[in-house]
């Protein structure tokens, strides 16, 4: 809903600067909309991706496309940026908002938005969903000062996942008593959605697909970059082969990385075929959202072996369709979403021959299926709607100076 600034006399205006609109984001920000009611919510994407059919609140449209930057060395965190700057988001959203919502720290965007909203007296809210604190402190320090210098021009801080309230606490330095928690629905409600629709049998799914009836099937979901651990998979899968006699297929849906250095597809195609990975490793690319949700529904393991991510939806996305779920310690839903154990298992990050012992490990039917109801049962708690939205219009009472309850 593309409108003008229109205002009654005296509404409330919430402007929240946001990636995108896509429909995980818009389908919150309709939720968040109507829990601060009288309140007037707008967004501010930063880039133009934006699903239409579920935007039902004013947004400032985007011409932005966007490119990525990707960052790594030895012995740091490895960084993604959105390196373009959507300056004409950042000054309308500090000049028509009374109350300034980073939905996420939006890189330069996100700093220009929260100076130009602080000249102007306007308080100004993070939403947080942070790495684990060891992995947080081995980011670069330009990162981490330049991250703190955001936030400690925030009013209010909203914590969306477990492990955000230490990162911020002992790493940052924030004060408590400026948290709120809203529980980071994470898209649930897409994709629970999209299940609903899937009336196909496991058994019709994987022959559309071409997946082996019996076979063990591992789906890596995700952008096909370095720091989401795709090579470790490659590895841990020729690990794999080395040592069973079972069946398994290694399937990997997610777009082709446009990032300088970053290698593309067909250079993971060639060094799966170059390990003796041919049968075994399937390259798919990019799939839309009702054929991943297919893909999902008929697979038997998530593995995203991450070097760095803070709550990775496709963990929830998998866990809904009752996968067992492994990742590593470097995720910020390690010892939450994702217990060792419970719902998955947990390795180090850029191991291939632990990550090669834990697929190892789930070639047992059994425990596919006491660790993958473990995981269902965690979303299912965790990415609650209503407590989210609730939070959210907590924070943004707390920070216009209104009565917003204790965190």
């Not at 985007?62 to 990525?68: K, P, Q």
């Not at 425990?367 to 965690?378: M, P, W, Y």
């Amino acid at each position: 809903m593309e409108t003008s600034r229109v205002n009654e006399p005296g509404t409330l205006r919430v402007g929240f600067l946001t990636y995108d609109l896509q429909e995980a984001t818009a389908d919150c920000l309709s939720r968040v909309a109507r829990a601060i009611r009288p309140a007037e919510l707008r967004a501010y994407p930063v880039l133009r991706r934006v699903a239409a059919d579920r935007v039902d609140f004013a947004y400032r449209p985007s011409r932005l496309e966007g490119a990525s930057l990707l960052v790594s060395a030895p012995d740091s965190t490895p960084e993604g940026f959105t390196s373009t700057i959507n300056w004409g988001a950042a000054r309308a959203c500090a000049r028509e908002s009374d109350v300034v919502v980073l939905f996420g720290l939006q890189g330069g965007t996100a700093l220009v938005t929260a100076a130009l909203a602080r000249l102007r007296g306007r308080p100004v809210v993070s939403v947080n969903q942070t790495l684990p604190p060891d992995a947080e402190r081995r980011r670069r320090w330009w990162v981490r000062l330049l991250k703190g210098w955001l936030l400690r021009r925030c009013a209010v801080h909203v914590v969306q996942t477990p492990v955000s309230r230490d990162t911020l606490r002992e790493v940052y330095g924030l004060d408590p008593a400026t948290f709120v928690d809203a529980p980071f629905e994470s898209g649930a409600a897409v994709f629970q959605s999209l299940y609903a629709g899937v009336t196909e049998s496991r058994e019709a799914i994987r022959a559309f697909f071409g997946w082996p009836p019996d076979a063990c099937v591992f789906l890596f979901v995700g952008n096909m970059v370095r720091f989401k651990g795709v090579e470790t998979v490659l590895d841990a899968a020729a690990g794999l082969k080395s040592k069973t006699n079972a069946a398994f297929r290694v399937v990997f849906l997610g777009p082709e990385s446009n990032a300088p250095g970053e290698p593309r597809l067909d250079d993971y195609r060639s060094r799966a075929a170059a390990a003796g990975l041919s049968g075994v490793v399937e390259i798919a690319g990019n799939r839309p959202l009702a054929e991943l949700a297919r893909a999902y529904r008929a697979a038997d393991a998530l593995v995203l072996p991450t070097r760095k991510d803070c709550w990775p939806k496709v963990l929830v996305e998998g866990a809904l369709a009752g996968l067992p779920l492994v990742t590593t310690t470097a995720c910020g839903a390690a010892g939450s979403l994702v217990r060792d154990g419970e719902t998955g298992v947990l390795v180090p990050p850029g191991d291939p021959a632990a990550l090669a012992a834990a697929m190892d490990r789930l070639l047992d039917p059994a425990l596919r299926a006491r660790l993958g109801a473990g995981a269902r049962e965690a979303a299912g708690t965790f990415c609650d709607s209503r407590l989210e939205a609730d939070g959210f219009a907590r924070a943004v009472a707390r920070a216009a100076g209104r009565s917003g309850g204790a965190a």
